[in-house]
Each structure stands twice: as structure tokens, then as C-alpha cells.
């Protein structure tokens, strides 16, 4: 990044406290509070996964109410952050359980998030970044066997 990038968009105290909020509350996220998220999102977000690439908050919500149906007891855990003018970087860990599978046994997926934020402190883009072969099919029961395998051959 060029000083010119961070020049134009210095850090503001009300950033680093809108990280903040969002942290507290993305690691207490429920089904019940999805609602919130325009709290901390501008109407016109653009979100990125592996999965999937959406723009806005109703699809952002329909993201995380799905993680909510198909995964048991899912949260997340931020173990750092970074904030430089209006962007900042989280690194976390994403706990659940597969509903259906290994009940009981909690997996965990290590990830990233950019984000950018605008002069009021919202989110414009929210990039997360995490290799989905290794952090997630690697731990399903028949295809995680498959990807082990293909990951040896690939390192042979």
C-alpha cells in the first residue's frame, strides 16, 4: 500500500471503535441478532468468501443464516487485529460442530478478513480469505480422505 492510499483515509478513532464493536459483536453473533448487521455494514456492501460473492446487507444475512442452519454451534474467535486509515485486517478462528457428523466434535477453520470502511465508519467491503480445501473438505468424513490423499500426491 502506498502512503497515498492511507494519506487520503487516516485513521480515525471512530474506525478503530467500529472495529471494535463489530468484533464484540460478530464473536456473539446469533440467528436472533442477524438483524444488526446494518450496524455495522453500508447498504451497499460487497462481501467475498470461497463460497460466495454478494452485494448488500439482506444477502449478507441470508450468508450467515444459512451457516447458522447447516452448522452446529458456530462462532467466531478474533485473535488479532490491524487497523491502518479505513481498512483493517482480522485473523480468527471459526469454531462449529457438522450437524450430522462427528457430533460433538468441534472443527476449526483459521481465516482472515479485510475490510474497508467509509468516512462514517462502514463497512463498504468485507473480504474473508481461508483455503477451504484445507481448513474445511479436509475434515469431512469421505471427502476429507480424498483431499488428504490428493494433497500428498501433489507434494510427492
Do not use: C
Amino acid at each position: 500500500m502506498t502512503p497515498e492510499a492511507t494519506s487520503s483515509a487516516p485513521h480515525s478513532a471512530d474506525h478503530a471503535a467500529q472495529i471494535a464493536r463489530m468484533v464484540a459483536y460478530f464473536e456473539a453473533v446469533t440467528p436472533q441478532n442477524l438483524s444488526r448487521l446494518g450496524e455495522f455494514y453500508d447498504p451497499h456492501v460487497r462481501f467475498k468468501d470461497p463460497f460466495n460473492e454478494v452485494t448488500g446487507i439482506p444477502a449478507i444475512q441470508h450468508i450467515f443464516a444459512h451457516m447458522f442452519a447447516q452448522l452446529d454451534k458456530p462462532r467466531f474467535v478474533v485473535t488479532n487485529q490491524v487497523l491502518q486509515g479505513n481498512q483493517g485486517f482480522l485473523t480468527w478462528e471459526f469454531k462449529f460442530g457438522f450437524k450430522g457428523f462427528k457430533t460433538g466434535q468441534t472443527q476449526t477453520i483459521l481465516g482472515a478478513t479485510h475490510l474497508v470502511m467509509n468516512e462514517s465508519g462502514l463497512i463498504t467491503l468485507h473480504r474473508d480469505y481461508w483455503d477451504a480445501a484445507e481448513e474445511l473438505y479436509e475434515k469431512l468424513p469421505v471427502v476429507g480422505g480424498l483431499m488428504r490423499w490428493l494433497k500428498r500426491r501433489a507434494n510427492q
